[in-house]
T-cell receptor, first 114, second 113 residues
Framework: DAKTTQPPSMDCAEGRAANLPCNHS???????VYWYRQIHSQGPQYIIH???NNETNEMASLIITEDRKSSTLILPHATLRDTAVYYC???????????????FGKGTLLTVNP | DAEITQSPRHKITETGRQVTLACHQT?????MFWYRQDLGHGLRLIHY???????NKGEVSDGYSVSRSNTEDLPLTLESAASSQTSVYFC????????????FGPGTRLTVT
């Protein structure tokens, strides 16, 4: 699985867009980019994933660069409840018989300030 | 609404006792997973299952066992609890077609004294 690099922390003002970057320069052609978050004392929560096209759902948007070496998760109107650690994970859809383990790195602690 | 639940949410037990943590999902997902989360180690996979009667060892399976007798449940058993197993345990599930889109339970905080 490709290695990912994220900033350790970011701040965002409530109501503003939060843009969380992730570098995955060694990503392979069949690997997807997944984003999860973990709010304090809760289980991880799936947010969104994509292969090469930009994706949007009710929670966030995912922008993947054309060369696929980096991506940005966008929370369009951050709220205090979005304060969490955000994880970028790269995985192939079916990893040739290996398990479907998710490897969470250190992620980015996003703090949304009032 | 479909959900994944874990029980108990908090448990204190003594060294050497057998402990079972419950995980129940109503997503009708084929895949189920148990992770533990510790400071400095992130989430580590203990056991996983791709369907009824299927179980597999993860990266930290020693001292743990699971069984999958139906689609909805994957109980995790600590055969003889050790202080090193003090942790927060998360259960997750995913659909066969979207294995990495995993839905996690709220967690069980286990303390072994």
């Amino acid at each position: 699985d490709a290695k990912t690099t994220q900033p350790p922390s970011m701040d965002c003002a409530e109501g503003r867009a939060a843009n969380l970057p992730c570098n995955h320069s060694t990503i392979s052609g069949n690997e997807y980019v997944y984003w999860y978050r973990q709010i304090h004392s809760q289980g991880p929560q799936y947010i969104i994933h994509g292969l090469k096209n930009n994706e949007t759902n009710e929670m966030a948007s995912l922008i993947i660069t054309e060369d696929r070496k980096s991506s940005t998760l966008i929370l369009p109107h951050a709220t205090l409840r979005d304060t969490a650690v955000y994880y970028c994970i790269v995985r192939a859809p079916n990893s040739g018989g290996s398990n479907y383990k998710l490897t969470f790195g250190k992620g980015t602690l996003l703090t949304v300030n009032p | 609404d479909a959900e994944i639940t874990q029980s108990p949410r908090h448990k204190i037990t003594e060294t050497g006792r057998q402990v079972t943590l419950a995980c129940h999902q109503t997503w009708n997902h084929n895949n189920m997973f148990w992770y533990r989360q510790d400071l400095g180690h992130g989430l580590r996979l203990i056991h996983y299952s791709y369907g009824v009667q299927d179980t597999n060892k993860g990266e930290v399976s020693d001292g743990y066992s699971v069984s999958r007798s139906n689609t909805e449940d994957l109980p995790l058993t600590l055969e003889s609890a050790a202080s090193s197993q003090t942790s927060v345990y998360f259960c997750a599930s995913s659909d066969h077609d979207r294995p990495h889109e995993q839905y996690f339970g709220p967690g069980t905080r286990l303390t072994v004294t």
